[in-house]
């Protein structure tokens, strides 16, 4: 099958193949969750990192040099840039790798540009199994970037073990917009672009606002950078690094494996029920009701419970 032999190769560390896995699961392929039983095993050994924040923070330009810090300590990394989508062709726009042409080079560099696909949240869809993916292939760190959000796109803290959120000066009213939604998930937060005016201003904002987050044993670290010049890089580098020590160190990593352990065995049964559903509403007896509901001579909703216990065979009153 050839699948199989895409897989296997996968295991060989063909970058080829992780590339055309990776596909296969964002274009939500009929062997996605095939793939996904199969690279699973192999997963929950990188560190996944979230770098988010509003736009026109710089976060591009950060995780670059971020990658250059793993690297320079050796670790293998992959990275996730999420995009706005094209309207026209509905992939990443002006995806990020443009930005890290440097990375093709390096073999134990692996990225990848998504597109939201209108997804809120700031990030894309299949980001969960992409992840996983570029994790089970033996990468030590996965850097997630988000495409740039606000106070109710905050998607990566499902994802991410050590969640950093770049702001800059000169934000203003969005700072205190910000304050209420995503700041609130920072394990690490960054001021970035610390040689433009305001920028310990934006600091003391951010002082002030972890007085007001509920009482917790990790007290985030405020990085300075500048992501252009270099500076603040290692010190950002190392603040990760803590952060993800206290995770180990506390037990509270083993607790989010478990979480999300529970939260990926909930989504493929989802998806497996999708697929029965899909497949099961191609049958002529629910074309026939789709058809009466088009036309008007059925009630939506009742055709809905005739398909539900006629053909799918499921009495909604027996599970309640």
């Excluded at 949240?121 to 495409?147: C, H, N, W």
Aim: charge should be negative.
């Amino acid at each position: 099958m050839e699948l199989e032999k895409l897989i296997e190769r996968f295991w060989q560390k063909d970058r080829q193949a992780l590339s055309k896995l990776i596909t296969i699961v964002e274009n939500n392929s009929p062997y996605m969750l095939d793939v996904m039983k199969a690279v699973y095993p192999m997963t929950g050994k990188a560190h996944i990192l979230g770098v988010t924040g509003p736009p026109g923070a710089g976060k591009s330009t950060l995780v670059d040099k971020l990658i250059k810090a793993f690297r320079n300590e050796g670790h293998k990394v992959g990275v996730l840039c999420v995009d706005p989508s094209s309207i026209y062709s509905g992939g990443a726009f002006l995806g990020d790798r443009i930005r890290m042409q440097w990375a093709y080079e390096d073999d134990d560099v692996y990225l990848r540009s998504m597109a939201t696909r209108g997804e809120l949240g700031g990030l894309a869809p299949r980001a969960s199994e992409i992840i996983k993916i570029m994790d089970a292939f033996g990468k030590d760190v996965v850097i997630v970037e988000t495409v740039g959000v606000g106070q109710m796109e905050a998607d990566i803290i499902r994802y991410a073990d050590t969640k950093v959120v770049v702001s800059v000066p000169g934000l203003g009213d969005q700072m205190q917009a910000l304050k209420g939604g995503i700041l609130e998930i920072a394990d690490v937060f960054v001021v970035n672009k610390a040689d433009t005016n305001g920028a310990l201003e934006v600091v003391d904002d951010l002082k002030m606002m972890l007085h007001l987050r509920k009482e917790s044993d990790w007290k985030p670290e405020i990085v300075l950078t500048e992501a252009l010049n270099n500076k603040g890089t290692t010190e950002l580098y190392q603040a990760i690094q803590t952060h993800k020590n206290y995770l180990n160190e506390s037990g509270t990593a083993a607790l989010m494996s478990q979480t999300r352990r529970e939260h990926t065995c909930l989504y493929a049964m989802k998806e497996t029920i999708k697929k029965y559903i899909d497949h099961k509403m191609e049958i002529e007896e629910a074309k026939l009701i789709q058809k009466k509901v088009r036309e008007g001579g059925l009630n939506p909703y009742q055709g809905a419970n005739e398909i539900i216990n006629n053909i799918l065979k499921i009495n909604i009153r027996e599970g309640e």
